[in-house]
């Protein structure tokens, strides 16, 4: 196979045809693998009946996700932006060759940390985040990024509103419960934790307050939080119809 048709089996933008070419549908396949292996690995159980297993497979889905991105690096001449030394190092710190570097550096990285079970821990965790790579196949990722941007200010404006409502609800608590629970309620940021866990109706329950004002302003923070969470919740599912019909229309 010749370079410019490594290149169009390889990028999801060159690919005309509907859906995805059979390489990227065997590379997709092989990252939910690879990221299940990884999700498995965690369980010490597994790991003790089967301690060589883990460390094959990821050394096989390793050596196909390295050759895969030194194909990638080698077609990406094909496309215009990325020719010459100086369009493949552009093609190198772009995002999602960032991401595919990031899949396969753990690997090579646990063998100087092998001592830490910290960083092993972490490094796991870098494993099961390749399913961040399936985004390039995928114009959702693209949708979804239209939309964060074609709404910005009114995110923004609805982040705002959240943030001062939690200042409002934290100086609120704070005024009627400090003298009732000085560890929970004696200062606006110790209040903050209580408002962020009502607000977001998470609610759990370790904190609540018990002065009668305090009920009361603890009432109209968990009614207000509905509506407040709701608020970029419409936004966004309005916007990312709107990027998806138009993808659609394109």
């Known amino acids: 196979m010749n370079k410019a048709k490594l290149y169009h089996q390889l990028a999801p933008e060159a690919w005309h045809e509907k ?25 010490p159980t597994l790991r003790a009946m ?56 753990p690997f090579f990285l646990g063998f100087m940390t092998h001592n830490n079970a910290f960083l092993l821990r972490l490094l796991r965790l870098a494993r099961i985040l390749r399913l961040a790579r399936l985004g390039r196949f995928s114009q959702a990722w693209s949708a979804l990024a239209d939309a964060l941007k074609s709404r910005t200010h009114e995110l923004l404006l609805s982040a705002g509103v959240a943030g001062l409502l939690l200042l409002f609800s934290s100086c609120c608590l704070y005024v009627v419960e400090a003298a009732a629970q000085p560890e929970a309620f004696g200062s606006v940021p110790r ?60």
Not at 84 to 103: E, H, K, N
Not at 211 to 231: D, R
Request: glycine letters at 10%.
């Open 19 to 43: 859906g995805l070419s059979r390489l990227n549908q065997l590379i997709c396949l092989l990252i939910l693998l690879a990221s299940l292996t990884a999700i498995l690995e965690t369980e």
């Open 50 to 105: 089967a301690p060589g297993l883990f460390t094959a497979l990821e050394a096989v889905f390793i050596g196909v996700f390295t050759i895969e991105y030194l194909l990638r690096l080698y077609t990406i001449g094909e496309d215009p932006r990325y020719r010459g030394v100086t369009g493949r190092i552009r093609y190198i710190f772009s995002f999602w060759a960032l991401v595919d570097l990031i899949a396969i550096l």
């Open 191 to 250: 209040a903050l934790w209580w408002s962020i866990a009502t607000l977001t109706t998470v609610g759990y329950g370790d904190v609540t307050p018990i002065t009668a004002l305090g009920k009361f302003f603890a009432g109209l923070t968990a009614v207000a939080g509905i509506g407040i969470i709701a608020m970029p919740t419409g936004i966004l599912a309005a916007a990312f119809s709107d990027a998806l019909q138009n993808k659609h229309h394109s």
